[in-house]
């Protein structure tokens, strides 16, 4: 199929295109205003640093700092732990939350040559989402030091009761749906262009059908 057919037929079927945006539009206005529920987050933040020199009054080196940075690219991958996932399960039973939905309300992160840790925790309820923060960041920490036999980890900031929900990204999922219409709606046109056999111009019958035209009958408005 040509292009230039299809930019024209994109072009002379516009109301399609114009139909389809705002239906799509609309849905997604429609989720994002009246089916969204707003979302909490809440973050506990933990320190990866060696507290028994702390402790002892001595200076850290530049080495120290370097494999508290190691600690927190392996300790990342042990907060997903089945172990440290249903122990938090079985504390929060009281929220029925179950290891499953609290694996999927969780997150840890950290920044690039950092020896901060953060617990994210996701929830209807902000309260929940707290709590949940909280309880992840404690029972990781149980486990690393259970594992380590050091105290390397600690809770640094605990997580606070969010008093706004999050930025629900409305604007952006919206256009996502018109975005979505258009795909669609030129989806339509070019499968109706494909499936369309008219031949529409002397040049379609060469390219086509190999042959050659010998005459053309001009269009007119006979009154």
Not at 57 to 67: E, P, R, T, W
Not at 197 to 216: C, D, F, N, P, Y
Request: hydrophobic content about 45%; aromatic content about 10%; some cysteine.
């Amino acid at each position: 199929m040509e292009i230039r057919r299809l930019l024209y037929s994109i072009i002379h079927k516009w109301w399609l295109i114009l139909f389809f945006v705002i239906i799509s539009g609309g849905i997604g206005y429609y989720l994002n205003i009246f089916s969204n529920q707003p979302m909490y987050g809440a973050d506990t933040t933990l320190f990866v640093l060696n507290r028994e020199k702390v402790e002892a009054g001595q200076a850290l080196s530049s080495q120290d700092l370097v494999f508290g940075q190691e600690l927190v690219k392996q300790y990342s991958e042990i907060f997903y732990s089945r172990s440290v996932i249903s122990e938090t399960s079985n504390k929060l039973a009281e929220y029925n939350i179950s290891p499953e939905m609290l694996a999927s309300m969780v997150t840890i992160s950290s920044q690039k040559d950092s020896n901060i840790l953060t617990v994210h925790a996701v929830s209807f309820d902000p309260e929940v989402a707290a709590i949940t923060a909280n309880a992840m960041a404690e029972e990781f920490t149980a486990m690393i030091r259970d594992l380590t036999k050091s105290d390397y980890i600690s809770i640094l900031d605990q997580a606070q009761v969010a008093q706004y929900p999050m930025p629900n990204n409305g604007v952006q999922k919206t256009f996502i749906w018109l975005m979505a219409g258009l795909v669609i709606a030129c989806g339509i046109i070019y499968i109706i262009e494909y499936l369309n056999t008219t031949v529409r111009s002397a040049e379609e019958i060469e390219s086509q059908l190999s042959l050659r035209v010998i005459g053309i009958i001009p269009e007119h408005d006979i009154r």
